[in-house]
């Protein structure tokens, strides 16, 4: 049988809705002994609850869901010897706009602690600047956030994969 060789210390995958995203991220840390999927997201209403049940259901047995919707970097800190997926960096930028949090702080304190860790991580988000320039002032600086996360994140990545259509593109391999 052939051995896999193992994940890259830091991976960020990104994509849009719906582009396989996920999958590859999760297809990344298989193999790791006890990994665990550190979800971002707030359940706010019935349809977000379902998505959550469905994909927790889809996870049974193989993963340990962890939740924690602003405290990313000091979660990540206390799970430093497991192998984490982030699911999503997007909605938790979205979280800490809604609550009135320094994005710009938590950014940097997530970006700091991800050389510290000892196991492989995970992060997905999604690219939300392909489209059209957004209407509100709101959505712009959303917009203009999540491209500024990604970037950080990117640049202290061992890894970098865009996912399209189910296909992903390395963007950076520092390993190559």
Known sequence: ?????PPPRVTLVLGGARSGKSRHAEGVLAGCRDPVYLATAEILDAEMAERVARHR???AGSWETVEEPL?????????AGRAVLVECLTLWLSNLMH???DVERAAAALVEILPRRAAPTVLVANEVGLGIVPENALARAFRDHAGRLNQRVAEAADRVVLVAAGLPLVLKDVAA
């Open 71 to 79: 405290a990313l970097p000091e979660r990540l800190a206390e799970l």
């Open 57 to 59: 259901a889809a996870r």
């Open 99 to 101: 609550a009135g949090r």
């Open 1 to 5: 049988m052939e051995r896999m060789a």
